[in-house]
């Protein structure tokens, strides 16, 4: 079976950084586009960004852009989400996808697997 399972979430106060990693199995991470998204109390899905295959490419929403930064390693069939300033609005569930489209902005129904989600909150 695929599984995708997220770690690193946790409470964190404003300002502070938070590592979030998401380990694969049952799937040869390579083939996949790898990304995050995150979910808060009463909002849709939102997507945070994606990383190519090769690790080449990267794509964050706005609002993520400059604060967070996703990396791979193909051979733990591991990603990772650095997040630094975190804000209280990135409080959320985060979850770990992985989807075999071919553009770097999958919709949540492109997701082939899902991770179960980690959650990080921020305080102020």
């Known amino acids: 079976q695929v599984q995708l399972v997220e770690s690193g979430g946790g409470l964190v106060q404003a300002g502070g950084s938070l590592r979030l990693s998401c380990a694969g199995s049952?799937?040869?991470?390579?083939?996949?586009?790898m990304g995050w998204f995150r979910q808060a109390p009463g909002k849709e899905r939102e997507f945070v960004g994606t990383?190519?295959?090769?690790?080449?490419?990267?794509v964050y929403a706005d609002s993520m852009k400059g604060r967070f930064t996703i990396s791979r390693d193909n051979a733990k069939n591991a990603m990772y989400l650095q997040m630094n300033s975190l804000e209280p609005e990135d409080t959320a569930v985060y979850y770990c996808a992985a989807s075999i489209i071919q553009h770097m902005y999958p919709r949540t129904r492109e997701v082939n697997f899902w991770g179960q989600g980690t959650q990080v909150t921020v305080s102020s």
């Open positions: 049952g799937l040869t991470f390579s083939n996949y586009l």
């Open positions: 990383i190519s295959r090769s690790g080449g490419v990267k």
